[in-house]
């Protein structure tokens, strides 16, 4: 079981304010929308980020790179 705490705030929100190396965790459900906007928005604000499934505890995990 994973450790990482799943994020409430907004998808945009949290991964507008995340700084290089932080990530944020969110519900499998949630998964296609966050690598959409991780791709999307990472794009248009000169950001990068990956992201990572957990099929244990169900998340999905992304991660600002640069």
Known sequence: MSNEKITDKPILTALRELEIGKS???????GSYLKS??????????????????????????????
Do not use: H, L, M
């Not at 906007?37 to 499934?53: I, M, R």
């Open 24 to 30: 944020v965790t969110y519900p499998a459900e949630r």
């Open 37 to 66: 906007a991780c791709s999307q928005y990472g794009f248009e604000w000169g950001k990068k980020f990956t992201t990572c499934n957990n099929r244990d505890d169900r998340t999905v995990t992304a991660t600002r790179i640069a």
